[in-house]
């Protein structure tokens, strides 16, 4: 597996300031070529447990109704998590956790990964294994908004919405202005109280939204939209700031 993070885009975003917002489209009609969307996918680390072959670690489940397992590799978003999931296997499985390691990759190389399963018809899932806090802190937006909380299933984003026009808030990137989804919900807050600064009167409108990455990605391969032109992921800082350190220490 290959680390390719544009570390420079990711905190360059994180730096940014909050335009107008940009009109509020169906977040279902979401899309874009094959390239497009490896460069949406590519800047976030995610994080794999590997073997001794560096290959990923892989359980057998079984499927309602289906008598052939299926062979199930987690992709965790937060390295934390990770590293909880090796430690419970020191206590349940200490040789094979010996041989275990967590290891970051690109959610790019994910994507590149499952769909290369999907067209050889292999038996292996990758499941996203998101932080229970931010799975919370979705609940929480969803019942607050008065929806059924079982109504969300996956891994949240986050993004903001409001203004005069109830759209979809924006950032500056270069020249573009680019609608920021977030994987840690007190990311996009401390982006909010800056906003809240430079401009007061449109901050007291702002809302949270929630979607999942599994919708937002299966969007992108199926469906055609503009609106995700202007989508970026935006991973925790913490990760970015980890990545960031291994990538120094190896002279990078």
Do not use: C, W
């Amino acid at each position: 597996m290959k680390l390719l993070i544009r570390l420079g885009a990711v905190l360059g975003i994180l730096g940014s300031t909050f335009l107008a917002p940009y009109p509020a489209t169906n977040m279902s009609a979401l899309a874009l070529p094959q390239e497009e969307i490896l460069q949406k996918l590519s800047p976030v680390p995610v994080f794999t447990i590997t073997d001794a072959q560096g290959a990923p670690l892989v359980a057998s489940v079984s499927r309602e109704g289906e008598d052939v397992n299926a062979s199930l590799a987690g992709v965790f978003i937060h390295k934390s998590d990770a590293d909880a999931f090796v430690d419970r296997l020191r206590s349940e499985n200490p040789d094979l956790a010996a041989s275990v390691k967590v290891v970051p990759v690109s959610l790019g190389e994910v994507y590149q990964m499952n769909e290369s399963i999907r067209d050889n018809g292999e038996n292996l899932q990758f499941a996203f294994v998101p932080g229970q806090q931010q799975v919370e802190s979705a609940l929480i937006l969803l019942e607050q908004s008065g929806k059924e909380t079982n109504d969300f299933n996956g891994t949240p984003l986050f993004l903001a919405k409001g203004g005069n026009e109830d759209g979809y808030l924006t950032i500056q990137r270069g020249e573009q202005q680019v609608i920021p989804m977030f994987f840690k919900k007190e990311d996009l807050q401390g982006m909010l109280e800056r906003f809240e600064s430079q401009q007061p009167d449109i901050a007291g409108g702002i809302e949270i939204e929630v979607v999942n990455l599994e919708g937002v990605i299966e969007a992108l391969r199926t469906d055609d939209d503009p609106f995700l032109t202007k989508i970026v992921l935006i991973p925790p800082r913490d990760t970015v700031e980890f990545i960031r350190q291994i990538q120094g220490e190896a002279g990078n």
